[in-house]
């Protein structure tokens, strides 16, 4: 059974710019959430998506978006790069829409911004 | 505001040295904690769900435990294999996440 899929792994991008992440989850699982990884302030929720809609989503700017699509598979946006996005960006599948902490994590996509 | 808040940060055992590491919470009505164990360069892994105070639950030479407020991860005879980022995190709504603790178990 294939895990959690990110991709690309690693990128750099200058401020500025704009990012589009992508995530694989499961087979069979419909739910993806998303957070940010930094040494100081650690793992961040971003947002979490069941079935195509958004059902959660954290303390982060507008600059920030995602969306999921009917196969579950799901992108996240992040425009106008600032410096402090460096960061790893970690997508996690589930079989439910909340109700279970037990996540199924890729192995991130690790982002630099210069 | 910490909500959920790991200590030690970072843990340096020898091999077989038993230690305890704690996730302290401050929100009532506490709808589960979760254990995860993160290597470098991948993503956190799942280990454990507790859901009610005096629960338990164990895992080769890991042990997981839960009271009102905290939850304690204990790891028994470790092994260098056991060295990685320990992360715990409750669930209100969404996952909130600990900043960890980093083991470190030298041979």
């Known amino acids: 059974k294939a895990g959690v899929t990110q991709t690309p792994r690693y990128l750099i991008k200058t401020r500025g710019q704009q990012v589009t992440l992508s995530c694989s989850p499961i087979s069979g699982h419909r739910s993806v959430s998303w957070y940010q990884q930094t040494p100081g302030q650690g793992l961040q929720f971003l947002f979490e998506y069941f079935s195509e809609t958004q059902r959660n989503k954290g303390n982060f700017p507008g600059r920030f978006s995602g969306r999921q699509f009917s196969n579950s598979r799901s992108e996240m946006n992040v425009s106008t790069l600032e410096l402090g996005d460096s960061a790893l960006y970690l997508c996690?599948?589930?079989?439910?829409?909340?109700?279970?902490?037990?996540?199924?994590f890729g192995e991130g996509s690790r982002l630099t911004v210069l | 505001e910490d909500q959920v808040t790991q200590s030690p940060e970072a843990l340096r055992l020898q091999e077989g040295e038993s230690s305890s590491l704690n996730c302290s919470y401050t929100v009532s009505g506490l709808r589960g904690l979760f254990w995860y164990r993160q290597d470098p360069g991948k993503g956190p892994e799942f280990l454990f769900t507790?859901?009610?105070a005096g629960e338990e639950k164990e895992k080769e030479r890991l042990k997981a435990t839960l009271t009102k407020k905290e939850s304690f991860l204990h790891i028994t005879a470790p092994k260098p294999e056991d060295s990685a980022t320990y992360l715990c995190?409750?669930?209100?709504?969404?996952?909130?996440f600990g900043k960890g603790t980093k083991l470190t178990v030298n041979p």
């Open positions: 507790l859901y009610s």
């Open positions: 995190a409750v669930q209100w709504g969404r996952l909130v």
């Open positions: 996690a599948s589930s079989l439910e829409a909340r109700g279970t902490g037990e996540l199924f």
